[in-house]
């Protein structure tokens, strides 16, 4: 009971901020500087007109026409695709492509915590020395890269020199692992190395913290290895900051599939607002950002949680 | 006890930092003797560099940025020179220390159990069974009520005194023969520091070990230790077995450290008295005595020049030109 509690605190807390985010998306769409139905349907009769704005609800108050809106688009009913002349369901682009963008976040994140964490502590040890110097430089090179600027590189570089690597589409894991490992590799490369440098940067300095502490100390005069001090003693401690930059970044990274997606012609969730936008689909838009929004409230409360298991002392009291 | 070689002994052991204004001297030229199975009270104030001694001694100080000189020998091995790995292999089997605060001492994320187990596991290759029927046992001898519950919690669920225990457990899991306690009783209420200082002793005594206390409260020592050794400056200043150092002491500043405790038949309302002035400042080289600055007796001569560390009778030392006894 005492530790159900404050999750299911949390569940509301998450609950609330899904529907105040969702509601003023829901009003943004009024106040589009022209009318979404004239949009639309540019040429249609009144008539038609007057049917479309029944249907979007737009005929009715802000807070009828919303909670109409969102009672539809929890149980997945998120209207049509009207550009393609209404035979799509926004639904069925979602569940298309959200999928293969989890997964490119996934894999993002795994190849960036894979090189933060070694690198982190190993630098926090080795602080001031050529090492870390080499190490932090190089990282600190490397995050300044933007990410779509490091893909066209190694499109240049590993696709077309080197033909190591394919450089567009998409292939689903299932179809084929092996390939789908390989087309995934230099989007989720351009994506994860800055992440990777910054994420090196947060670890190596709570690492630094950390070393300071007494309690490390004390597990010196236990006669314990530096390694072992390194990874049962400080590690645990130091990586709370670091989780909670890698859930927040997970919004972040939404953003930066969107470019990365456009730029491999992958069809991701991404790709999908950014072909919503570049086509006034803004019903569709409507869902799309909303969905985001949802994803991430629930990384964040998903980190929390975690930092609960890593931190026993925060438990409760966020 | 000076005829049969010691457990731990120092030799013009210093100590010195790397600071902006130049090194600073936390120890200086220190030499201590402790014998098997001896107590032995390190007395000072704070900044007098008993900390940095005790954890120099052990060769717990961070290598980069403290610099030692001097040996120290522990049961006929140099630490002085040895690499850490090998220093390594006498932490918590031949030496173990135990922390000021137990709240920052013990890690914050780990639960008791784990902490208190793991040096019996790793060092004493322990399988998890055994370390955990150990680990219940020492907790049941430091007075730890329900063991079992304990191992299950962490450090911030426990309370100052029960922390403090926890420490003393996990120091003593493996058995050292040598055990540093480092103002094992400064963070802790007075009512548990008697407790705390009680069961040190008794377990001193059960497990034939030596044990060094670092204090700044001569009080705290007084009835726990066969000998004392008061520092200033970083320096020893007097050293003598304890009763002979409360009923004769020499030096001007364990004076004023003694004058310094409440007592309870003085008069209340009373105000006690302070040692005034500071601490020379560690990185600037003293000309004379260290104390020379806040000495009520002070003379020319004092300021002049360093009286040196002088056996005046038998186990009993101080460095001072006019000592309160007059004996020199």
């Known amino acids: 009971m005492t530790r159900a509690l404050p999750i299911l605190r949390r569940l509301g807390a998450l609950l609330a901020v899904i529907v105040l985010s969702t509601f003023f998306l829901s009003c943004l769409l009024r106040l589009l500087p022209t009318d979404l139905v004239d949009m639309i349907l540019s040429m249609g009769t009144p008539q038609e007109k007057a049917a479309l704005r029944h249907t979007l609800y737009l005929d009715r108050d802000v807070f009828t026409s919303y909670i109409m809106w969102f009672s539809h688009f929890i149980r997945g009913d998120m209207g049509i695709i009207y550009g393609t002349g209404g035979g799509e369901t926004v639904w069925s682009h979602v569940t298309r492509s959200l999928p293969i963008s989890l997964l490119i976040m996934l894999y993002t994140q795994v190849f960036a915590l894979v090189i933060a964490v070694p690198l982190g502590i190993f630098t926090a040890y080795r602080a001031g020395k050529k090492s870390d110097r080499a190490i932090s430089n190089t990282l600190f090179t490397a995050s300044s890269v933007p990410n779509f600027a490091l893909a066209f590189l190694l499109i240049i570089v590993v696709g077309v020199k080197l033909k190591w690597l394919p450089t567009l589409e998409y292939v689903g894991f299932k179809e084929n692992p092996f390939q789908h490992f390989k087309h995934l590799a230099i989007p989720c490369i351009s994506l994860g190395v800055g992440l990777a440098a910054s994420y090196t940067r947060l670890l190596r300095t709570d690492v630094i913290a950390a070393l300071k502490d007494d309690y490390v100390t004390m597990a010196a005069s236990k006669g314990l290895s530096d390694s072992r001090i390194l990874l049962t003693h400080v590690f645990r401690p130091a990586s709370v900051t670091l989780l909670t930059a890698a859930a927040l970044n997970m919004g972040a990274l939404i953003g930066g599939t969107l470019v990365i997606e456009t730029i491999f012609a992958i069809p991701g969730f991404g790709f999908e607002i950014a072909y919503a936008l570049g086509t006034k689909e803004f019903v569709a838009l409507q869902s799309f950002i909303a969905i985001t929004a949802i994803g991430y409230v629930i990384f964040n409360v998903t980190a929390d949680l975690l930092i609960g298991v890593v931190d026993p002392r925060t438990r409760g009291s966020r | ?328």
Request: net charge neutral; glycine share 8%; with cysteine.
């Open chain 2, 1 to 328: 006890m000076s005829d049969v070689q010691p457990m731990l002994s120092l030799r013009n052991f210093s100590v010195s930092f790397d600071t902006a204004r130049g090194p600073l001297y936390a120890v200086r030229n220190v030499d201590i003797d402790v014998a098997d199975g001896e107590s032995l009270g390190i007395v000072g104030e704070s900044g007098s560099g008993k900390t940095v001694l005790s954890r120099g001694a052990m060769g717990l100080l961070p290598k980069r940025a403290a610099h030692r000189s001097g040996t120290v020998i522990y049961d006929d091995h140099d630490l002085s020179t040895a690499p850490r790995d090998e220093l390594r292999q006498y932490w918590g089997t031949g030496m173990a220390m135990i922390f000021q605060d137990p709240m920052t001492a013990l890690n914050p994320v780990r639960k008791i159990g784990s902490q208190l187990t793991e040096g019996l596991r790793v060092r004493l290759q322990m399988n998890k069974h055994d370390a955990k029927t150990r680990g219940l046992e020492l907790l049941h001898r430091v007075r730890i009520p329900d063991p079992e519950a304990v191992m299950e919690k962490y450090p911030f669920q426990l309370s100052g005194g029960m922390r403090q225990r926890v420490m003393i457990a996990i120091a003593l899991a493996c058995k050292p023969r040598l055990l540093f306690a480092d103002e094992p009783t400064t963070a802790l209420d007075v009512t548990v520091q008697a407790q705390v200082m009680q069961l040190l002793s008794e377990l001193r005594h059960e497990m034939g070990m030596s044990m060094v206390i670092v204090t700044h409260d001569l009080g705290v020592v007084a009835g726990h230790t066969d000998r004392i050794a008061v520092m200033y400056a970083g320096e020893v200043v007097e050293i003598a077995p304890t009763k002979q150092l409360f009923a004769n002491m020499q030096m001007p500043y364990t004076e004023a450290l003694m004058k310094s405790i409440p007592r309870l038949d003085t008069p209340s309302g009373q105000r006690l008295p302070v040692i005034s002035g500071r601490l020379p400042d560690p990185t600037q080289p003293e000309i004379g005595c260290s104390f020379a600055s806040r000495c009520p007796y002070v003379t020319d001569k004092c300021r002049a020049s360093a009286p040196p560390l002088v056996e005046v009778t038998p186990g009993h030392s101080y460095r001072c030109w006019f000592p309160i006894g007059g004996s020199r």
